[in-house]
């Protein structure tokens, strides 16, 4: 029964049948199977998934990264991040990285990070001579910090079905996010170290300087406010990490509006519209595969799994790599947001068993997720990143590999190194 189910999920996944699609046509043939199961338990299963309190704040998030994205902050971002950087070893390359730490604080999201950052700084990495390829691969895989710094929608995902504290996932998050940045960079500088295989990566000429650094500044500083007011409103008790979404809504909405006067009254329409699209999309990714998720609990899948592993090895390190490459090879195919949906039960499961840590189990696996959205074959950032760079997506994959290792090592980092994610929580919640 479910080796068919699985097959049959493969099978149409491969045909190039939506994900979202596949996982309710599997779930209600499933459901149609089993005797002892209604009909109606799938749509009742599927919507109870998405009564949750936790899950409020993803709307807001989306509707607060469109409307600084319409906004023009990206923009400001990424000169910013240019004025500070961009007198290194390839410093585009560099501020590319830098602009997606910053912006992973105000969006919340990897795809948005790649599409805002992207628009932005792939046509300039070409046009100081990048290989298009080149600035594709470095777009895409520095968003995954989108998913890690806080806010994040993935952490909110998870955090609601793992019944793990999204205040503490999202302090969690901080060093990890900053350590693949550093990561990412530190790679970018090795090649630069080659000038006749990357001689784009040398020195612009470019000087670093206080003042520029300082008019950047002035023009820039209500979007680098937004993620220290998100983060410090939830370490100061004054609002919930659901409620930061709400807070990042409107502090968007006011910055843009008000501040910068890059959005008018008649473009929030649109602006609302387009949150509300994307938002559907997510929100019925995490139904579906919530229902399907629950057919395979209900026919013992989640004990099955831990029986394997736990006959196969019982050392907390072993089964926390084991989870960690199921992850990764599995966002290697499947969309990540559906990937966590149906995993994330038997995992958390299974780490309670062996005794990993919540919130290490919980980064370490939004990382993996993130990582396998940028690793082929599928990698859908890497085709969202190629889109924007208007180059073949063979190229940006051929570019990808160093720095996909890169986040790996710091993947594992965080594996093995539990004060990683887990000394800024027990700092600010004592626990």
Known sequence: MLLGLFVAL?????????VILSLGLVGLAGILIVPELALPLYPQKMFSSLDSFSLLAMPYFILAGELMSRGGISRKLV???ETVVGHMRGGLAQANIVSSMIFAGVSGSSTADTSAVGSVLIPAMKEKG????YAAAI???SSTIGAIIPPSMTMIVYGALASVSVGGLFMAGIIPGILIGFALMSVVYLHSLSPSRHPELQKSGQKFSIKRCLRSLVDVWAALVAPLIIVGGILGGVFTAT???VVACVFAFLVSFFLYRTIKLRDLPQIFVQAAVTTSMVLGIIGIASGFGWLLSYLNFNQMILSAIMSTTQDP???FLLLVGVMLVLTMFVDSMAVLIITVPIAVHIGHAVGINDL?????LVMATQIGSTTPPVAVLLFVASSIAKCPYGETMRYSWSFIAAEIVALLLVVFFEPLTTAIPSYVFGH
């Open 79 to 81: 000169d910013f991040a």
């Open 360 to 364: 290490q189990l919980g980064l370490a």
């Open 243 to 245: 409620e930061s979404g």
């Open 139 to 141: 777009t895409a895989t």
């Open 317 to 319: 390190t072993a089964v």
């Open 130 to 133: 990048y290989p298009a390829g």
């Open 10 to 18: 493969l099978v149409m996944i491969f045909l190039g049948i939506p």
